[in-house]
C-alpha cells in the first residue's frame, strides 16, 4: 500500500511539473509569436518604403523631370554666355 501511495505522489509530481513547463512553453510561444508579428509589420513597412524610394528615384531620374524640378523648384536657369566665368 505505501508502494502504491509513494507511485502516485510521484505521478502527480510529473504531473504537476508537466502542467508548470507547458504553462511556461505556451508563454514564451506567446511571446515569439508578437515579436515575429511586430517583425513582419517592420518588413511590411520597410518594403512599403523601399517601394517608394525607388519610384522616386526613377521618378528623378528622367532629365525632363529634373530640369522641370530644377526650373520650377528653385526657379534656376542656364546662364548667359556672359555670365559663365572659367576658373583656371
Not at 12 to 37: D, K, P, W, Y
Not at 50 to 57: I, K
Not at 67 to 78: D, F, T, W
Request: charged letters at 15%; aromatic letters at 6%.
Amino acid at each position: 500500500m505505501k508502494w502504491l501511495a509513494l507511485i502516485f505522489a510521484g505521478l502527480l509530481c510529473g504531473v504537476a511539473i508537466n502542467g508548470v513547463r507547458t504553462a511556461v512553453f505556451a508563454q514564451e510561444h506567446n511571446s515569439l509569436v508578437a515579436e515575429v508579428q511586430q517583425l513582419k509589420n517592420t518588413r511590411n513597412q520597410l518594403n512599403a518604403d523601399w517601394t517608394q524610394l525607388l519610384l522616386e528615384q526613377k521618378t528623378l531620374a528622367n532629365d525632363h523631370m529634373v530640369e522641370q524640378a530644377i526650373a520650377n523648384g528653385l526657379n534656376l536657369h542656364m546662364p548667359q554666355a556672359k555670365q559663365v566665368v572659367y576658373l583656371q
